[in-house]
């Protein structure tokens, strides 16, 4: 997401033809607010990107939720989408992190 926030900030774009080409293709996909960077969506609001520290706590609050419910990991995707929140990876770190759950 770095390279993104810098091709919107000041369109530098990272060496290397591949990757070049990767950042202008992902960027129409993403847009900066301020510092903040967020990812249209078609049908909701945009979702606000975030980094690995905060998608672990956004994953552990959703699964574990207010009542100890731990949910599986497509429920907590959906719910994390629906709270607003976006990054890469979010899939897989969900589904893994879910899977690792010890009081499961």
Known sequence: ???????????????????????????????LRGEILYRKSCLDASLRCVGP???????????KGSCGLHYGWRIVTERIKRLGYYWPRMY?????????????
């Open 1 to 31: 997401m770095t390279d993104i926030i810098e091709f919107m900030r000041i369109g530098s774009l990272p060496k290397g033809e591949k990757e070049g080409m990767k950042i202008r293709m992902k960027a129409p996909n993403y847009e």
């Open 53 to 63: 520290k905060e998608a672990a706590m956004i994953i552990d609050d959703v699964h």
């Open 92 to 104: 897989a770190d969900t589904a893994e992190r879910v899977r690792v759950c010890q009081e499961c």
